[in-house]
Structure formats: structure tokens, C-alpha cells
């Protein structure tokens, strides 16, 4: 299968598969669950869908849970809507992604406070135009 037709097939995954969970389950356990991306192989056999979820790791492995039960409904839905001769079997995998890029923002905007709080620090003391560069 060509590349363009997958990225199309995935592109039409994700928006099912994010509007079955979104709105469509009704399972106590979920929380607030973002599908980021979807791959799907070659042949249509496999296609790995990614989430995320706000909260702890609580809420990460309660939502796991509840998503690797729900596999199965989603690739019914998913089936519905595709017009291929085989579904892709599903399967629900954490993005970790995204909780590294939350967490190098973080670390990002520690070291800019730091940054900001040492200047101020230097500008109180009167330290920084000592040798006379920048003045007029």
C-alpha cells in the first residue's frame, strides 16, 4: 500500500478512535485521554494507537486498563468507517513522548528563573557596567 493512502488511513483512525473515546465510552475509569498518533503497518494487520492522559500514574494505569479492555469496541468502530478488505488489529500504547516534552519544559523554565533571579541578583549588587562597555 502507498505511503499517502496509510497516512489517510491513519489520519481517519485517529479521528474515530478519538471521537469513540471522547464521546462514545461511557466507562467509569476514564479520564481525560488524548489519542496523539497512529501507525499503521503496510499490510493493515497492526495498528498501534497513541494516548495520553492528564493526572499521575494512577490515572495512567486506570485509563491503560480501560483502553485495553475497550480494544476491541474501538476496532469494531474503527471498521465501520474504513473501506479496506482487513481491519487492523488494535492496540492502545502510552505516548511517553509527550510526557518528555513536558518535562523538558520544565526543566527549561527552571533554568530561566534561575537565569532571571541570578540577574537580578547582579543588578542589585551593582555588579555588570564595572567596565565601562555599554555606556554612552
Not at 2 to 15: F, H, T, V, Y
Not at 54 to 76: C, I
Not at 102 to 118: G, V
Request: a negative charge; glycine letters at 6%.
Amino acid at each position: 500500500m502507498n505511503e499517502r493512502r496509510i497516512k489517510r488511513l491513519q489520519q481517519q483512525i485517529k479521528a474515530r478512535a478519538a471521537a469513540v473515546v471522547q464521546q462514545e465510552m461511557a466507562d467509569p475509569r476514564r479520564g481525560l485521554i488524548t489519542i496523539t498518533r497512529v501507525e499503521v503497518d503496510r499490510e493493515l494487520a497492526h495498528c498501534k494507537i497513541y494516548w495520553s492522559v492528564l493526572g499521575d500514574k494512577n490515572e495512567r494505569s486506570r485509563n491503560g486498563q480501560m483502553l485495553n479492555h475497550a480494544a476491541t469496541f474501538v476496532q469494531r468502530e474503527i471498521a465501520s468507517i474504513l473501506h479496506t478488505r482487513t481491519v487492523p488489529r488494535v492496540q492502545f500504547v502510552f505516548d511517553e513522548s509527550i510526557e518528555g516534552a513536558i518535562r523538558i519544559d520544565s526543566l527549561i523554565r527552571e533554568l530561566q528563573d534561575e537565569r532571571a533571579a541570578r540577574e537580578s541578583q547582579l543588578d542589585e549588587d551593582g555588579v555588570g557596567d564595572e567596565d565601562g562597555v555599554g555606556e554612552g
